[in-house]
């Protein structure tokens, strides 16, 4: 258990939500026209098993990864990170395609019931929609880095990592609650997308060296080392500018500023990237984005709901 607990991950789950919890913490916070209170457009059992099925997707995720890079060889002595499972032995390669397997029908299942719990059994076309979209996450997860044709290898891994955990994970669980799409939530959508891809370049930059040896064709492979800082600036930067652009759109009063704390943990960030010379030196800065991400996340929905205590009674005295 304790292998597979290592293998899953842990340190990644909170990043993984952060899209969730905005989107969601947003419908509380802004009911649309559809609905006449917040309680009418927030439920539970949609966020319960929104935050469920988006845990499924990274742990299927982490553990395709450790599968993929395990049997082609890309995770060897020259690794730089932690020993993953399949590389040290502490888990067979089948047992892992079995995980693997197994993993992707339980987020299958949970997907299904989330979107059964946010549309019923109306909405038809919404529903398909979603389904697919569930379908090609799962897919897109898997396909990071396992098979011959693996989109990791070439380059495209940032762009799954800002679709599906910032757009879709922002935008589309919010979609599941009100039934339409607010421009002014893709500002965070984008921030926490971009704060995601952060992570995976950081991680890419730790192991350049290995992944050019191994024929891991990343974004920091084909770009080199000094061209991947300016693009982690970009990253960071930009997200950070999103959000106080969605602040502004928002017409947030002094005290809902609060989530500019998170940016304090991620300005040393870009501090330690602007000075690092050793690649390998970078591997606490992914828990440390991670970590800032999920708490621009938490304190963001905080300062959306300006009247949360009044919410809050009336979810537990009068909502669903």
Known sequence: MKHWIEAAR???????VSG???????????????????????????????????????VLSNFANDYGDGVKGT????RIGPKRAIQSGVITAQAMKKAIIITSLLTLLSAITLIYFAFGETNFVYSIFFLLLGIAAIVSAIRYTVGNSAYGYKGFGDLFVFIFFGLVSTL????????EIDPLLILPAV??????????????MRDEASDRKSGK????????????KKYHYFLIITAMVSVVAFAILSDYHFDQYLFL????????HLIVVYKNQEPKLLDPELKRVALSTFLLS???TLCMISLISDIIVNLFLGGR
């Open 10 to 16: 842990l340190r990644t789950l909170p990043l993984s």
């Open 20 to 58: 969730i919890i905005v989107g969601s913490m947003y419908a509380l916070a802004n009911p649309t026209e559809n609905v006449y209170t917040p309680t009418e457009v927030f439920n539970w059992r949609i966020f319960g098993f929104a935050l469920l099925t988006t845990l499924g997707l990274q």
């Open 75 to 78: 995770d060897n002595e020259d």
């Open 172 to 179: 589309g669980v919010n979609f599941l609650y009100s039934k």
């Open 191 to 204: 921030a926490i997308g971009l704060l995601s891809v952060g992570v995976l370049n950081l991680n890419n």
């Open 217 to 228: 064709n990343t974004i920091v492979v084909k770009m080199g080392g000094q061209a991947a």
């Open 261 to 268: 704390l998170a940016y304090i943990p991620l300005t040393k």
């Open 298 to 300: 938490v304190l963001l």
